[in-house]
T-cell receptor, first 111, second 111 residues
C-alpha cells in the first residue's frame, strides 16, 4: 500500500541555523501537505503543493514538490525557537482519497 | 463554527473494556479519518471515510471499528481494549482536495 517516508526523525540545531526535512512517497501523489505539531498539541496545516516541481514560500519556510510528484521537502532558513515542533508531510492518494502521514521530523532549537 | 470536536480528552480503560471515541465536524466535509500517534511512529491511519455510509481501513485497523451514518459524525469504537492501544488518537476532517482539520486529541491509557 501507499507509504510516506520522512527523514530525519529528529534534528537539533542552534538558533539561526537552517533545517531541512525530506519526504518520499512510494506512489505518485495528487498533492502533498505539510503540518506542524507543537508539543502537546494537534497537527496544524501549513501548506499544500499540487503541481509537479512546485515551490512555495512562507516567510522563512520553503516547500518543494518533486517533478515526479513522489517527494517533497521543507526548508527553514535561520531557525528560531518558535520553530520548535514536529513537522509532518502527508500525501493524498488520487485513487482512494486517503491521507497518509510520514513519521514526522521533530525539530529542537537551542537558543 | 466549532470545527472538529473530539471527546473525551483523556480516558483510562481496563484491558477488555470497550469504549467509543466521538468525533463531530460542522464544516460539511466528506472526508473524515482517525489516526493514532505513538512516539517515533508518526500519525498512522486507522480508518477513514469519504462520505456517509462509506468507510475503509487504513494502515492499522485491527481492534477498531467505525461507522459513518451522517456526514457530521465519525465515531471510533474499541471493542475490547488492549494495552497496545494506549496512544493519542486524533480525528480529522477535510474535503477530498484540501487540508485536514484535526480535533484536540484523546489520550487513551489501557491498563
Amino acid at each position: 500500500g501507499q507509504q510516506v517516508m520522512q527523514i530525519p526523525q529528529y534534528q537539533h540545531v542552534q538558533e539561526g541555523e537552517d533545517f531541512t526535512t525530506y519526504c518520499n512517497s512510494s506512489t505518485t501523489l495528487s498533492n502533498i501537505q505539510w503540518y506542524k505539531q507543537r508539543p502537546g498539541g494537534h497537527p496544524v496545516f501549513l501548506i499544500q503543493l499540487v503541481k509537479s516541481g512546485e515551490v512555495k514560500k512562507q516567510k522563512r519556510l520553503t516547500f518543494q514538490f518533486g517533478e515526479a510528484k513522489k517527494n517533497s521537502s521543507l526548508h527553514i532558513t535561520a531557525t528560531q525557537t518558535t520553530d520548535v515542533g514536529t513537522y509532518f508531510c502527508a500525501g493524498r492518494s488520487s485513487n482512494t482519497g486517503k491521507l497518509i502521514f510520514g513519521q514526522g521530523t521533530t525539530l529542537q532549537v537551542k537558543p | 463554527n466549532a470545527g472538529v470536536t473530539q471527546t473525551p480528552k483523556f480516558q483510562v480503560l481496563k484491558t477488555g473494556q470497550s469504549m467509543t471515541l466521538q468525533c463531530a465536524q460542522d464544516m460539511n466535509h466528506e472526508y473524515m479519518s482517525w489516526y493514532r500517534q505513538d512516539p517515533g511512529m508518526g500519525l498512522r491511519l486507522i480508518h477513514y471515510s469519504v462520505g456517509a455510509g462509506i468507510t475503509d481501513q487504513g494502515e492499522v485497523p485491527n481492534g477498531y471499528n467505525v461507522s459513518r451514518s451522517t456526514t457530521e459524525d465519525f465515531p471510533l469504537r474499541l471493542l475490547s481494549a488492549a494495552p497496545s492501544q494506549t496512544s493519542v488518537y486524533f480525528c480529522a476532517s477535510s474535503t477530498l482536495n484540501t487540508e485536514a482539520f484535526f480535533g484536540q486529541g484523546t489520550r487513551l491509557t489501557v491498563v
